[in-house]
């Protein structure tokens, strides 16, 4: 059966330019303060950016955000409320702030859903924070957002370099646009990482040294602007993107 919200989904990223899901093999690697770090800093840049949290097992960009209770607003679908100059959405919307109690199917009905009633209207970006692994929002959203780009965060723990590695591969063989993988939370010299992405055949897009300034700048944005993240997502906004 078709479901009619496929093209309703289609509608609602029609007037977006581009869509860059921040993902991972794993948890913990970074993905959050990845997304939230990235989508503030084109909007530094002058960009309209949207924010949008599909992490359905920890939904956490409102804490990095410190989001406070800003709401969206409804008439004819679900206006994502302006935070940090940054349009927002997120799943606590749809849930509230507790675990979404949702099995496979219901996951995968919620999201669409969510995508379905989320009005963006124009933006340049919209950056997605994606729950771990190859799950159904993956695969869902590969289905219903044509043109979707993936950034890959991994750790320079090969234990989460090998469930990205499998993840990359996926994307390729489902020809999805791959923007790269960005090392986070290092703390040596080391350039496996680089050299293990390279040989993927991906760009490697840099590498985040650990920084303990990062704990205190959640729920911080003037803190967050002065971290190793935000360096490096500084560089690479600069070196096109925005
Ligand atoms: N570069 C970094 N330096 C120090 N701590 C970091 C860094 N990146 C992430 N963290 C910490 O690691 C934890 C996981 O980050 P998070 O963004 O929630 O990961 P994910 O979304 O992949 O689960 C958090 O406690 C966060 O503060
Ligand atoms: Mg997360």
């Given at each position: 059966?078709?479901?009619?919200r496929t093209?309703?989904?289609?509608?609602?990223?029609?007037?977006?330019?581009r869509?860059?899901?921040?993902?991972?093999?794993k948890?913990?690697?970074?993905k959050?303060l990845?997304a939230?770090?990235?989508?503030?800093?084109l909007a530094?840049?002058?960009?309209?950016?949207g924010?949008f949290?599909?992490?359905?097992?920890s939904?956490s960009?409102?804490i990095i955000?410190g989001a406070?209770d800003a709401k969206?607003?409804?008439?004819?679908g679900?206006?994502?409320?302006?935070v940090s100059?940054?349009k927002?959405m997120s799943?606590i919307?749809?849930?509230?702030?507790?675990?979404a109690?949702?099995?496979g199917?219901?996951?995968?009905?919620a999201?669409?859903?969510?995508l379905?009633?989320?009005?963006?209207?124009s933006?340049?970006?919209?950056?997605?924070?994606?729950p771990?692994?190859i799950g159904?929002?993956?695969l869902?959203?590969?289905?219903?957002v044509?043109?979707i780009?993936?950034?890959v965060?991994?750790?320079?723990s090969p234990?989460?370099?090998e469930t990205?590695?499998k993840?990359?591969?996926?994307l390729?063989?489902?020809?999805?646009e791959?923007l790269?993988?960005l090392?986070n939370?290092?703390?040596?010299?080391?350039?496996?990482?680089?050299a293990?992405?390279k040989?993927l055949?991906?760009p490697?897009?840099?590498?985040?040294?650990y920084?303990?300034?990062?704990e205190?700048?959640?729920?911080?944005?003037a803190?967050l602007?002065d971290t190793a993240i935000a360096q490096e997502?500084?560089?690479?906004v600069e070196?096109g993107l925005?």
């Open positions: 059966m078709v479901d009619p093209s309703v989904v289609e509608e609602r990223f029609s007037g977006i330019g869509i860059i899901a921040i993902s991972s093999g948890g913990g690697v970074g959050s990845v939230t770090t990235l989508a503030l800093m530094r840049k002058g960009c309209k950016v924010l949290d599909l992490d359905f097992t939904p960009t409102h955000l406070g969206p607003k409804e008439d004819k679900l206006w994502p409320p302006e100059g940054l927002y799943l919307y749809y849930t509230g702030d507790k675990a109690p949702l099995r199917v219901d996951t995968s009905n999201l669409i859903e969510l379905a009633v989320t009005r963006w209207g933006l340049d970006f919209l950056v997605i924070d994606m771990p692994g159904d929002a993956v869902d959203l590969i289905r219903l044509r043109n780009e993936f950034l965060v991994t750790t320079s234990l989460a370099f990205v590695k993840f990359v591969a996926l390729k063989d489902m020809k999805v791959v790269g993988i090392e939370m290092k703390m040596n010299d080391s350039d496996s990482v680089e293990k992405t040989k055949g991906v490697f897009l840099g590498e985040i040294r920084d303990p300034k990062v205190k700048a959640i729920g911080r944005e803190m602007f997502i500084k560089e690479i070196s925005c």
